[in-house]
């Protein structure tokens, strides 16, 4: 089986943003290919270094919604990254081949340093080394695992761009001891089909907006959240008629209802035959169906809270095995010195 991997940061509660976008294609890849997911904590000190009170929190939540979607520790390898210190000396091991011009020409260097990196506006200083280099931490956690496929949404295809080409350069100074094949696999992005979903003031569903509704939510929080929802403008009183294409709404019901209900609204909007109050309950009733089985399934692990360490644990456990295989042929590749160890710890 062909081996994929992929990472998040821990931001907390994920929303259906995060779930239709990235959890449950992971949850789909799950049965075909040779699975590893983890919880990218180091990632989120390249930003939050100044304050890191939420991170292990935010760490188990993230953990907690991954199994409640049905991310299974039985067949995928689920783990958080600090507990696998071999990212770290990949990491390093890569920065000393990679030209300090190909961090910053990354898209997302420029962009997030002008989005939070302004001190004057209250952001955070990001002029940190740690920032410059978190893409190439990201190649190292994908080379580690020599992975050949990582599923990430448009917005991390720079990243692995990045990482091909940082393996490539790898692969020149330093191929294999004994010849065959470069020690570390160009991996290949597996492009997340992601449907377009906005959140309830019709932006980008995206936790800085606060526009999510969290896979957390209860249905009566579920209801309200869709109850205000922004609707195609064009509908200002209900003898209006709308356009579901227009429409937050239909963009949302697109993704949840059924071909059926689709037509009901398509009909009933264009014809001002239904008003958006119950067109918003038909889709209430059908993102309440989908987080259902989440919610109950996620109960199960919120009431034995060791389960869930355990399982991350288990799984770094898992993830570090791998990891020191490839890091044993990076060390012979580099001719590193060897010394009689019975076994590497740390
Ligand atoms: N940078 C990714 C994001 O912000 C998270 C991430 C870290 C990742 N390491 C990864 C994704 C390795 C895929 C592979 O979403
Ligand atoms: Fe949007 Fe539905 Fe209202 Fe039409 S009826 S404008 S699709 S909320």
Redesign the pocket.
Known sequence: MKRVLSGMRPTGKLHLGNYMGALLNWVRLQGDYECYFFIADWHALTTDYADTSKIAENTLEVALDWLAAGLDPERSVVFVQSSVPEHAELHLLLSMITPLGWLERVPTYKEQQQQIGDVAAGGKDLSTYGFLGYPLLQSADILLYQADFVPVGQDQVAHVELTREVARRFNQFYPPPAGGAPVLPEPQVLLTPSPKLPGTDGRKMSKSYGNTILLTDPEPVVRQKLKTMV??PA?VRRSDP?E?DL?P??DL?KVFSTPETMER?YA??RSAG???IE??GWLADAVVAQLNPLQERRREYENSPALVREILAQGSCRARARAGETMEQVRDALHLVELPTEERSR
């Open positions: 609707t195609d509908r709308g579901p429409c709404v239909g019901h609204v009933g909007c239904i008003g958006c067109c918003k």
